[in-house]
């Protein structure tokens, strides 16, 4: 793989999101790993914490749609919504200056027309979950090359079908394996 194949921007699903704050001092503070965790999930949090380690100097750009970020923030759990409302709204900032600087966005006009053609293909046929196709449509209007998504969604299940868009669905540890070869590039 070419340095030039590198993600620049993923889009975070809701599933990833959540883990995210659910061990979030162990991913963005570097906190260690409860030895009680099952491997797998030792295995993302790791993944993870290196991605935005790693992210923090190679400047890729991680999006949170409105929409993900307002499904996230309806839980009734008061504590966890004041994190949602820091971190994320940290992260939509971030993408939000991103989109008013950057050219290689689509205009309005444009947007729509990727959202139609979409629709009008067989992606209903390739992602059966509703939630998973406005994922998928979200990623390649926003010019996603990946969207993270834990194995428990149904457009993770989706994701062998959707050859042909111009957007890939990895966990979190795939997500790892495709910037870990160039990751001593940004190391501190």
């Known amino acids: 793989m070419s340095i030039l194949n590198l993600p620049r921007r993923v889009l975070l699903d809701a599933s990833t999101i959540n883990f995210i704050l659910d061990f979030g001092e162990q991913i963005l503070d570097e906190m260690s790993v409860p030895d009680n965790l099952h491997e797998d999930f030792s295995n993302e949090i790791e993944a993870l914490q290196l991605f935005f380690l790693a992210g923090e100097r190679a400047s890729w750009q991680v999006v949170v749609t409105q929409r993900v970020y307002k499904k996230v923030l309806g839980t009734k759990d008061l504590t966890r919504q004041f994190f949602i409302d820091n971190w994320l709204n940290h992260l939509i900032k971030n993408w939000m200056r991103t989109v008013k600087a950057n050219c290689y966005l689509p205009s309005l006009v444009e947007a729509e027309n990727i959202r139609a053609e979409l629709y009008a293909s067989d992606l209903s046929n390739k992602c059966p979950d509703p939630d998973g196709r406005l994922m ?43 910037v870990s070869p160039y990751a001593h590039i940004w190391e501190r």
Do not use: Q, Y
Not at 144 to 149: D, K, R
Not at 156 to 170: A, C, M, T, Y
């Open 136 to 178: 998928i449509v979200e990623a390649v209007v926003n010019r996603c090359e990946l969207i993270c998504a834990r194995g428990n969604t149904g457009l993770f299940e989706s994701r062998d079908r959707i050859e042909g868009l111009p957007v890939r669905v990895v966990t979190p540890m795939e997500l790892w394996e495709r």
